[in-house]
T-cell receptor
Framework: TQLLEQSPQFLSIQEGENLTVYCNSS?????LQWYRQEPGEGPVLLVT?????EVKKLKRLTFQFGDARKDSSLHITAAQPGDTGLYLC???????????FGAGTILRVKS | NAGVTQTPKFQVLKTGQSMTLQCAQD?????MYWYRQDPGMGLRLIYY???????DKGEVPNGYNVSRLNKREFSLRLESAAPSQTSVYFC?????????????FGPGTRLTVL
């Protein structure tokens, strides 16, 4: 069974601070996705990374896929209260079409 | 487009009762999924349907059944609800893109089993 471990589980920071969320596994993934979920809603896809070492930027969010395709990180620069939510990473195995989700990181940005 | 819709939004059941969660998508996607979300455990796949007429078990299928009624609709049935099935249930549909499927989620059904 492929597992994805996210850290930290919970993060509470002040507006304007930077933060990084990590997603790690001992398994290789063909692709990795990051989702953001707000209370009472379903997850919404932020990004998909496919190539080892790939870096993608989405405004103040930077996503990186590890060289060995076993880990990923999400870095937020100058966090805003609107970034508050649950961040989930999800990996797709090399031979399957199902996603495996991490447990999530709850981010709270205080103004 | 409404995207993925789920009914009901909330439900309270007594142990042993049955119910069906409904899901529909209007994006003409082939694949549909049912997940449950529990605190500290992320999303776990219950069942999925790669195309109309096919269904397959996911990680936690016990106690559930599904029906892919047509391309748009995918229902999840609890035949005899148990307290361990208290959870938030999400339906999703997907389209194939670079790197695989992009999944679109519904707003969820919050189920409590007493």
């Amino acid at each position: 069974t492929q597992l994805l471990e996210q850290s930290p589980q919970f993060l509470s920071i002040q507006e304007g601070e930077n933060l990084t969320v990590y997603c790690n596994s001992s398994s290789v993934f063909s692709s990795l996705q990051w989702y953001r979920q707000e209370p009472g809603e379903g997850p919404v896809l932020l990004v998909t990374v496919v190539t080892g070492g790939e870096v993608k930027k989405l405004k103040r969010l930077t996503f990186q896929f590890g060289d060995a395709r076993k880990d990923s990180s999400l870095h937020i620069t100058a966090a805003q209260p609107g970034d508050t939510g649950l961040y989930l990473c999800a990996g797709r195995g090399e031979y399957g079409n199902k996603l495996v989700f991490g447990a999530g990181t709850i981010l709270r940005v205080k103004s | 487009n409404a995207g993925v819709t789920q009914t009901p939004k909330f439900q309270v059941l007594k142990t042993g009762q049955s119910m069906t969660l409904q899901c529909a998508q209007d994006m003409n996607h082939n694949s549909m999924y049912w997940y449950r979300q529990d605190p500290g455990m992320g999303l776990r796949l219950i069942y999925y349907s790669a195309s109309e007429g096919t269904t397959d078990k996911g990680e936690v299928p016990n106690g559930y059944n599904v029906s892919r009624l047509n391309k748009r609709e995918f229902s999840l049935r609890l035949e005899s609800a148990a307290p361990s099935q208290t959870s938030v249930y999400f339906c999703a549909s997907s389209e194939v893109g670079r790197g695989g499927d992009t999944q679109y989620f519904g707003p969820g059904t919050r189920l409590t089993v007493l």
